[in-house]
Structure formats: structure tokens, C-alpha cells
């Protein structure tokens, strides 16, 4: 895939969808093009925060770590990001990514992510609302898992 194409699947992801054209490029060029097969992992619970990605083709399961076994949490897919909790919770990895189905992405290392965000407004009000979005289908599913064990 050429840069163009990078850059142009860069702009349809609505965290950097609005930032300048100058700053999506810089963003194709310095990140990596990964690919992975399906139950190949990604990143584990625990690991350090080095990067974000990009989904570009493909299913991502996020899992948490139980008593019981990893429990997913969420499935995520074309143009959804992962892997920002850590970076800007500056925490170790909080979930599991595990590729559901063969799998290719982009990798943004942590400084070039934090430095995009912080000179872009509008792309860290789109990661406030990703990130609100993910933690209220967070606790929709534990108030279900915690009424199933009653």
C-alpha cells in the first residue's frame, strides 16, 4: 500500500478525519503496516503502552483477564483505534487484542499518537467521545454480568 493510500485511510478515521492533511501524511509515514492471522495476539494485559493502532482491515477481540478465563469485552474493527487507554492513561496495557480474523493495522509509536493529539483539538474531542463510548458499553456489560450471577 502506497502512503496515499495510508493517508487516505488515515482520514476516514474519525479521531484524525479533521486534523491537516500535512499532519495525516506525517502520521502515514512514521507509522508501521502490520498484519496478523486470526487468534495471533496483539498485545496482552499488562504490557507497556508503547503504541496505538489503526485498524484498517479485520476484527480485533479485546479481552480482560478473569478468574474464570480472558472474557471479551468488545470487538472492534475498519478504522477504530486501539491500544490509546494506555498511552494517555499512562498505565500498562488495560485489555487483551487478539485478532479475530486475518488482520492488518497501523502502528503508531506513543510519542507520534500523544504529540497528533495534543495539537489537535477536534482529535482529542473525538478520542474523549470513543473513549466515553467504550466505558459505557463497559459497565452496560458488567451491570449484565453481575446480574447473571445472582
Do not use: C, H, W
Amino acid at each position: 500500500m502506497s502512503l496515499e493510500q495510508e493517508t487516505e485511510l488515515i482520514r476516514r478515521v474519525p479521531i484524525f478525519s479533521t486534523i491537516d492533511p500535512a499532519m495525516q501524511k506525517l502520521l502515514a509515514f512514521s507509522s508501521d503496516r502490520l498484519a496478523y492471522e486470526a487468534g495471533q495476539l496483539m498485545f496482552s494485559a499488562g504490557d507497556p503502552p508503547d503504541s496505538a493502532y489503526i485498524i484498517m482491515e479485520g476484527e480485533v477481540d479485546i479481552s480482560v483477564p478473569t478468574p474464570k478465563g480472558p472474557l471479551i469485552v468488545n470487538t472492534l474493527a475498519r478504522n477504530d483505534v486501539i491500544g490509546e487507554i494506555g498511552i494517555f492513561g499512562d498505565v500498562a496495557r488495560t485489555a487483551t487484542a487478539t485478532a479475530k480474523t486475518k488482520l492488518e493495522v497501523l502502528r503508531i509509536s506513543r510519542d507520534v499518537f500523544v504529540n497528533v493529539i495534543r495539537g489537535n483539538p477536534d482529535a482529542a474531542i473525538a478520542l474523549i467521545r470513543i473513549l466515553a463510548d467504550r466505558l459505557a458499553k463497559t459497565t452496560a456489560q458488567l451491570r449484565r454480568m453481575a446480574a447473571e450471577a445472582r
